[in-house]
């Protein structure tokens, strides 16, 4: 299994809306509607975000939404606020979880 | 709700056995339904997961890892343990148990353990 492909980082001024890709194949991302999204900030835990490439768990603002097309999926989190600066991590089912290397948000 | 929170050695020598421990508060193990899984993460890097028990002792572990890998479950004490055997510095990591849903997805997680592979 190979890791999903997210970009580095990204960043985006408060109020704004970012977009993270995570990129697999058809074996995983685009093969089940089974993709999942984490925050994690530095020297915490990951806290799920999105489960089931669009849903949101309950506690976490509507801001934080999850889509798929093919073998991406996206996250976006539309505006913006200092406290959603970030790791941000996708997984997929793939036989087994795996996860993507891992998004950088930064918030200008 | 439910919490869990890991333990054990934060130092372990190479080629020895690492063992740590999950404890899940809030809920109990052997209600059924979810996996208990443990995931790591290499000092700045990315998220691996290890493998997943269910209640009743099945599990399945990562294919890269599965033959140093032992995940247990003591449904008594509403625990269950991570083993990985013949560790080198690359193990060296954060190790996280998390409860998983649905076989592919994690809520919640533990705050996490840093084990380093040193001697």
């Known amino acids: 299994q190979s890791a999903l492909t997210q970009p580095r980082s990204v960043s985006g001024s408060p109020g704004q809306s970012v977009t993270i890709s995570c990129t697999g194949t058809?074996?995983?991302?685009?093969?089940?509607?089974?993709v999942s999204w984490y925050q994690q900030h530095p020297g915490k835990a990951p806290k799920l975000m999105i489960y089931?490439?669009?849903k949101r768990p309950s506690g976490v603002p509507d801001r934080f939404s999850g889509s798929k097309s093919g073998n991406t999926a996206s996250l976006t989190i539309s505006g913006l606020q200092a406290e959603d600066e970030a790791d941000y991590y996708c997984?997929?089912?793939?036989?087994?979880?795996?996860f993507g290397g891992g998004t950088k948000l930064t918030v200008l | 709700q439910v919490q869990l929170q890991e333990s054990g050695p934060g130092l372990v020598k190479p080629s020895q056995t690492l063992s740590l421990t999950c404890t899940v508060s809030?809920?109990?193990?052997?209600?059924?339904?979810?996996?208990w899984s443990w995931i790591r993460q290499h000092p700045g890097k990315g998220l691996e997961w290890i493998g997943y028990?269910?209640?009743?002792?099945?599990?399945y572990y990562n294919p890269s890892l599965k033959s140093r890998v032992t995940i247990s479950v003591d449904t008594s004490k509403n625990q269950f343990s991570l083993k990985l055997s013949s560790v080198t510095a690359a193990d060296t990591a954060v190790y996280y148990c998390?409860?998983?849903?649905?076989?592919?997805?994690?809520?919640?997680w533990g705050q996490g353990t840093l084990v380093t592979v040193s001697s």
């Open positions: 809030g809920g109990s193990i052997s209600s059924g339904g979810y996996y």
């Open positions: 998390a409860r998983e849903w649905e076989l592919h997805w994690f809520d919640p």
């Open positions: 058809s074996s995983d991302v685009g093969g089940y509607n089974y």
């Open positions: 028990i269910y209640y009743s002792g099945s599990t």
């Open positions: 089931d490439v669009s």
């Open positions: 997984c997929s089912y793939a036989g087994s979880p795996v």
